[in-house]
């Protein structure tokens, strides 16, 4: 089974309606973050976590919030979504206690479109 | 800040040929670097990464990269090409646990394997 699992895979949603994507790790990892991916611009931060009473913006966080419901969980949030959100949205953890450099571990991905 | 460069977004190798992936990054302090790869439909997985333990760093797939400091580069070298290869890859930069471990990443290079 896989370490870090994202359900939806892929999401078809329209512009204003409200989504929640969702992550679930095994991995035991306390930090938690959240990626977009777009073509040509890498992956860019939205938020992260340290543990379920941390919360953190990334680089990119309006139009988004999250959830840390526990440890091994962590949605991500378009209250309104546009089109512009339209991309592959990643999921990642690591572990503090690994040590550095902290690597991370990343999902398969949601692919989500707005329409 | 940290940040990376990576130059070219589309690089095209034959089959047995040498493969180079050029990445440059910007730090104020000791990087840690990563290379990942994203094959069709799936998540990022590690390649390899810089510890500052040795300046050349073996990975999987007989992928390798050297870190110069002079250069400030961390380009990613295979000696022989595999149409396996062909996915995209991004070089990525860290300061670790000390930096809430994020991760900064490049535009990305895709990676294409002519027969």
Redesign the interface.
Known sequence: DAD?TQTPRNRITKTGKRIMLECSQTKGHD?MYWYRQDP??????IY?S?DVKDI?K?EISDGYSVSRQAQAKFSLSLESAIPNQTALY?C?T?D?LA???????????TRLTVL | AQSVTQLG?HVSVSEGALVLLRCNYSSSVPP?L?W?VQYPN?????LL???SAATLVKGINGFEAEFKKSETSFHLTKPSAHMSDAAEY?CAV?L??SS????I????TRLSIRP
């Open positions: 870090v930090r040509g611009l890498g992956l860019r931060l992260y340290f953190n990334g990643f990642a690591s503090p040590g550095d450099p902290n690597e991370q571990f990343f999902g398969p991905g | 977004s840690y990563f990942y799936q998540g990022l997985q590690l990464k810089y510890t991004f860290s670790g646990y809430a471990s994020k991760i990443f490049g535009s990305g």
